[in-house]
């Protein structure tokens, strides 16, 4: 029996046991942070035989690799019942699991969009001096299947990258200082809480304002802290009630002055420039200069332009025109200035208004 979709909700509970509860195809994206499974038989120290911090809490011990792989059949099945069919799933974790789990997304069916490493810049160093500092953590981005229309902000990642395309390394800092959630005696609440960059990172690149974000290894809260601030929704399954009361503390903190504003892209309204032709905002024959007036172009019946001996788009005419091997005619061409000398994009973004095609 499934319960009614509750948003912005944290659910005390089992992840295995309280996903069976949700509807089908009901979230748009879900996050992951499972437990690692990192088989710590005995406590780490340095060398100066002081205790090391690590996690070694009761959520990460398994019987065996297959008891281990069993659980992680058993929530990611659930999982992909409860997203739409375009919905993605992230799922990170570190050398100890990862391949186990990405073997058992591909196994039921999920189509790997990427791997994102998340390099820790101020990583916990290897103590014993034994191998390599392990200094990053792995994310995988999957879809429901390879025909999936998901979302991508394109933009808005290589907005967040200094208008260049965002790449798969991460480059971002652990949790640490104030941003560490606290327990009622001043330490840390939990082991693994993830740092707000990360969730921003991940939310902003594959969800729109206002989707429902699952988390069912709800931790501390910071899939939903984030999901608060920027717009979407959340729905959090966490079994430790502790970490319930934080993460419900920490999210009741945020009001609307820590919301973050984005922007999302304008959808681009495709019109042909023929477009212009068929309803009578341009006609056959009517002439099209660049801004300087240096060139002129005919307008044809079929949307194509002609100057002198050179014939095709506006896109193409405009290239030739001045030896470019691409040019956007949009931005280069305008009617004749006795006709009003309009940009050709003015025009088309004039008809997209009147026709109501926003």
């Not at 999302?264 to 801004?291: A, Q, W």
Request: aromatic share 10%; hydrophobic share 35%.
């Amino acid at each position: 029996m499934t319960n009614k979709l509750e948003l912005n909700k944290i659910i005390l509970g089992d992840c295995i046991a309280e996903l069976k509860k949700l509807p089908s195809k009901s979230v748009d994206m879900v996050f992951a942070d499972p437990p690692y499974n990192l088989q710590l038989n005995s406590p780490l120290v340095r060398p100066d035989n002081t205790a090391v911090d690590g996690v070694n809490d009761y959520w990460d011990k398994f019987e065996s690799m297959s008891s281990y792989d069993d659980f992680s059949f058993k929530w990611l099945n659930e999982v992909r019942r409860v997203m739409k069919d375009n919905a993605t799933v992230w799922v990170i974790g570190s050398y100890h699991n990862i391949f186990r789990v990405g073997t058992v997304l591909q196994n039921l069916g999920f189509w790997i969009l990427n791997d994102i490493v998340w390099v820790k810049n101020n990583p916990m160093p290897n103590f014993k001096g034994t191998r390599f500092t392990n200094a990053h953590e792995t994310l995988i981005w999957a879809s429901k299947s390879d025909n999936a229309k998901y979302t991508f902000n394109y933009e808005a990642m290589k907005a967040l990258n200094d208008d260049l395309q965002m790449r798969s390394d991460w480059n971002l800092p652990i949790c640490t200082g104030n941003e560490r959630v606290k327990d009622e005696n001043g330490e840390k609440l939990h082991s693994t809480q993830k740092p707000e960059a990360l969730l921003h990172r991940v939310i902003l690149s594959s969800t729109k304002p206002g989707d429902v974000i699952l988390d069912p290894f709800f931790g501390s809260g910071t899939t939903g802290a984030v999901a608060k601030k920027l717009g979407r929704n959340f729905i959090g399954i966490e079994r430790d009630k502790k970490y319930v009361d934080g993460a419900k503390k920490r999210i009741d903190a945020i009001t609307k002055d820590s919301v973050i504003e984005t922007t999302e892209k304008k959808k681009f309204v495709r019109v042909p420039f023929g477009n212009l032709i068929e309803y009578g905002v341009l006609n056959p024959g009517d002439t099209l200069t660049d801004e300087k007036g240096r060139f002129k172009a005919q307008v044809l019946a079929d949307g194509s332009i002609k100057s002198n001996n050179i014939h095709g788009s506006i896109h193409q005419v405009a290239a030739q025109l001045q030896n470019f091997p691409s040019c956007n005619g949009w931005k280069f061409w305008h009617v004749e200035k006795k006709k009003g000398g309009k940009l050709i994009d003015d025009l088309r973004q004039e008809f997209i208004d009147k026709m109501g095609l926003q």
